[in-house]
């Protein structure tokens, strides 16, 4: 787990808390979550739904892909640059 990124582990803490998938094998930040059926379609939902209400981020349709939710880094890199975004437009 990498203590330095309170972000990822955040994120990871869900995927482990939510997803007996995660917590058998044991995931980190590059652990592929689509491909290694940790996470299901339906997971994805749920993994938005806490993205949104934790990080105060709306996901919308078109960025549910494996480039922004394949795994724990990217799903980090993701919540940064959508509150960036947020920042500069309220800015």
């Known amino acids: 787990m990498d203590g330095g990124h309170p972000l990822k582990t955040q994120i990871q803490s869900f995927i482990v808390r939510k997803f007996p998938a995660a917590r ?3 995931i980190d930040e ?8 940790i996470v299901d379609s339906l997971g994805v939902l749920e993994l938005v739904g806490f993205l949104e209400q934790s990080f105060r981020i709306k996901v919308a349709d078109e960025e549910l892909t494996p480039e922004n939710f394949g795994n724990i880094h990217h799903l980090a890199s993701f919540v940064e640059n959508k509150r960036e975004q947020v ?3 309220s800015a």
């Not at 590059?30 to 059926?37: D, F, K, M, R, S």
């Open 87 to 89: 920042a500069a437009s």
């Open 24 to 26: 058998k094998r044991g």
């Open 30 to 37: 590059q652990t592929p979550l689509l491909e290694a059926g």
